[in-house]
């Protein structure tokens, strides 16, 4: 992924805040059969940091809320990127912060929220669950996350992502998918897939049982994000003006 991307926006419904996608060393896990979102990564730190210090100097501190994606975890990214979040964060006064990370590096959390307290800086850690069938998500996708019970795989996270719109999920199964999360993370995203340099395909009639039974239950839920496509948060897409 070497041309420019948009790597600021704001989300203004539901749960209004700033977003930036930055750049880290690259996903450690890497293996889910659907993602090509580890492209977006480089082992050279001093550009990364280059590329992330210019995202993060565009945050306003609008709603004292920022969230930091960066196609991996939080713990790809470079201690100097880390060092600008916290500024940005006093700069711009914010006091909400969520970041993402996968399952096998979630012994690293406690140590971040710990670092951003000491800030006045409240952290939520997203995780990308991707369904809590774990048949489907271990064998099908290579998630990575070993256990089955949701409790234990939602322990220290507070938001998850599911992937809806692959072959072999129903209208049933996505809606049970949202009820678990709901039932054990603050908040869900629900993203639907969509084509990529990956052999996972969109499956148009699981995408059409979605729109059709699922969306109109959560479109207006407060606690569940919904990205039709892979850049509706703003950031992702390719920046013309570059």
Wanted: net charge negative; glycine share 6%.
């Amino acid at each position: 992924m070497n041309k420019p991307m948009i790597r600021y926006s704001v989300i203004r419904e539901k749960n209004p805040r700033e977003i930036v996608l930055l750049r880290g060393s690259g996903c450690k896990w890497r293996r889910c059969t659907f993602c090509d979102y580890h492209l977006d990564a480089s082992p050279d730190e001093k550009a990364n940091f280059a590329l992330n210090k210019a995202a993060l100097s565009q945050v306003t501190g609008v709603y004292h809320h920022l969230e930091v994606i960066n196609s991996g975890s939080f713990c790809d990214l470079d201690e100097e990127t880390m060092a600008e979040i916290e500024a940005t964060c006093q700069r711009c006064g914010i006091t909400l912060l969520h970041f993402e990370c996968h399952f096998i590096h979630r012994q690293e959390i406690p140590a971040l929220r710990q670092r951003f307290a000491a800030l006045g800086v409240d952290v939520k850690i997203k995780q990308g669950v991707e369904t809590f069938d774990r048949d489907f998500r271990e064998n099908v996708l290579h998630k990575g996350i070993g256990v089955t019970d949701p409790a234990e795989i939602a322990a220290g996270f507070n938001e998850a992502c599911l992937l809806f719109g692959l072959t072999g999920q129903t209208a049933a199964s996505m809606k049970q998918d949202i009820e678990t999360g709901l039932a054990y993370f603050e908040r869900v995203c629900v993203n639907l897939m969509t084509e990529n340099s990956t052999n996972v395909h969109p499956d148009a009639e699981v995408l059409q049982a979605f729109m059709a039974e699922v969306f109109p239950l959560y479109e207006k839920n407060p606690r569940v994000d919904i990205l039709l496509t892979n850049t509706d948060f703003g950031v992702g897409g390719a920046d013309n003006a570059q």
